[in-house]
């Protein structure tokens, strides 16, 4: 399967879920209907497009992209010691 969640059968793409990019998937057509297997299971299920450069998606397949949590989180901010007043003070007016 391509990285952008698809197969190409004739010249159109037809998409299956995000999870299995880089996987190899089965493709079956049968009349007007093609399915995409993975691991013996259905995976997606379009009706085939008639001409070329199409694309058929279902949103089901792209559930989840770009939710994932972050390897890595986000370290705390510290909060000022004293409040802005103070450091003004100090420091001096507006720059």
């Not at 990019?21 to 497009?49: C, K, N, P, S, Y």
């Not at 004293?82 to 507006?94: H, Q």
Request: net charge neutral.
């Amino acid at each position: 399967m391509t990285s952008d969640c698809s197969v190409e059968v004739d010249g159109n793409a037809y998409s299956a879920p995000w999870t299995l990019i880089g996987e190899r998937v089965t493709v079956i057509v049968a009349g007007a209907d093609l399915r995409v297997q993975h691991a013996g299971q259905d995976v997606a299920r379009h009706a085939l497009r008639s001409g070329r450069h199409g694309r058929v998606a279902d949103p089901a397949h792209f559930a989840g992209i770009g939710r994932r949590k972050a390897i890595c989180p986000m370290p705390e901010v510290p909060t000022l010691l004293r409040p802005l007043s103070e450091y003004d003070a100090v420091a001096g007016g507006a720059w």
